[in-house]
């Protein structure tokens, strides 16, 4: 018992730690986006004057200010929302774990007399009901496979189907979380999504019969791009959209150009291909792959131990086990920030890398130019904020790119 109450107090605090940093983080952001924001309504330039990007700013401070505002307009509401949820489970998990709370959560559901819609008993319906709201707002959130069809109708219907099958979600019998089963399975089904993503790539570009050299793919560039990927897996697709990528597909890697980069120069273009280069071939993108799929395993296999740490009493019953499946339930969407959170962080580094290797790889490259003009033929943000970028992007945003690669070009002189 004693052991059991001390593992669970080290693991709370580690949790709200972990919290209160994050909350920290995303809090300094807004600071910083409220200065930003005021001086880009002033048409004042936002970077210091021994910044790199200060000229450049300077020279089209009403065209860069007028983009900036309409590409951050939401990003405050958007940092503010992610506050307010992961506030809102972190509270309720707490009102949970203390009795005192979990009383009063009790007895207010027996006030409103709805308890007995989701359970005989006070305590299995307030999991339950807790927990079809929770899976709900999973399917419904940036996380879930309904986020682009959020219509009141369909979240009423969603609820309503879980609310039907509340004897499944919480079962009446004894019931066990089955670790190792859902371990397994959480890796089989990342497997599949990995080769699920290969193989739509494969089919968009090979049903289409897209394999050709783009014109503007020439110098260096065409040489570095035909010695790595060679001729025959590079790839033009006829786009509105700037991008470039180094595709996995298999047993190879393609470059993927989509839309016409003919206004950027040669040596930025060569600074393009030679960060795709820089991701590495074949077999450094599949120990990256691997890599990827330890830590979100990782991270799953804490989070059952969690929930079954929470689960315990001093002696083993129904609701102990009850209790586990709605923690694993209840908390799923902290689950999901919490490998968004570090599966960005992980693929941030990798791009920091990239651009790293790329000017190592060809010194006489215009990265640094051509995330500036790319940014700008976008209509993309040129500045974003940082630790909010870090943890919900998989890419820095082109400040923190260019801030980088001007670092190392300084050391480099």
């Known amino acids: 018992m004693g052991k059991i109450e001390n593992k669970k107090k080290l693991c709370l605090a580690i949790v709200l730690s972990l919290y209160l940093i994050y909350i920290s983080l995303l809090i300094i952001d807004i600071v910083q986006l409220n200065g930003f924001w005021k001086k880009l309504r002033l048409f004042q330039n936002p970077f210091k004057k021994d910044n790199f990007i200060h000229s450049y700013v300077n020279f089209h401070i009403k065209y860069f200010s007028q983009n900036e505002l309409r590409a951050l307009e939401n990003t405050q509401n958007i940092i503010l929302l992610r506050i307010t949820k992961v506030s809102i489970f972190i509270l309720f998990d707490l009102m949970l774990y203390y009795k005192k709370t979990f009383l009063i959560l009790i007895k207010l559901m027996q006030k409103l007399n709805r308890i007995y819609f989701f359970g005989e008993e006070a305590t299995i319906g307030l999991y339950r009901l807790l927990s079809i709201a929770s899976i709900t707002h999973f399917l419904f959130s940036i996380y879930g496979i309904f986020h682009a069809h959020a219509h009141p109708a369909l979240i009423v219907f969603v609820f309503t ?99 016409d ?115 700008r033929k976008g209509n993309k943000s040129f500045y974003a904020p940082f630790f909010h970028t870090l943890m919900h992007f998989s890419h820095p945003s082109y400040f923190s790119r260019v801030e980088a690669l001007n670092r190392i070009r300084s050391i480099n002189k």
């Open 261 to 375: 980069w003919s206004s950027f120069s040669k040596n930025e273009l060569l600074g393009f291909i030679s960060h795709e280069i820089s991701h590495g071939d074949v077999f450094v993108r599949y120990f990256y792959l691997l890599i990827t799929l330890l830590i979100k395993s990782s991270i799953f296999i804490i989070y059952f131990y969690i929930c079954d740490l929470f689960s315990q009493k001093s002696v083993k019953s129904i609701k102990s086990h009850k209790r586990g499946v709605f923690l694993f339930f209840f908390n799923i969407y902290l689950l999901f920030t919490v490998i968004d959170v570090v599966d960005n962080i992980y693929s941030h580094s990798l791009e920091y890398k990239a651009d790293k290797d790329a000017m190592h790889l060809s010194p006489g490259c215009k990265l640094i130019e051509g995330l500036v003009k790319l940014s």
């Open 161 to 259: 189907f879980l609310f039907l099958c509340k004897s499944f979600i919480i079962p009446k019998a004894t019931v066990n979380l089955g670790k190792v089963f859902l371990i397994n399975l959480v890796i089989l089904i990342q497997i599949f999504m990995i080769l699920y993503s290969m193989s739509k790539k494969t089919m968009l570009i090979d049903w289409n019969k897209y394999k050709n050299i783009p014109p503007f793919l020439t110098g260096k560039a065409y040489s570095k791009a035909i010695n790595f990927f060679s001729k025959d897996k590079i790839f033009f697709i006829p786009s509105e959209v700037l991008k470039i990528s180094n595709d996995l597909l298999f047993t190879h890697v393609r470059l993927v150009m989509l839309g």
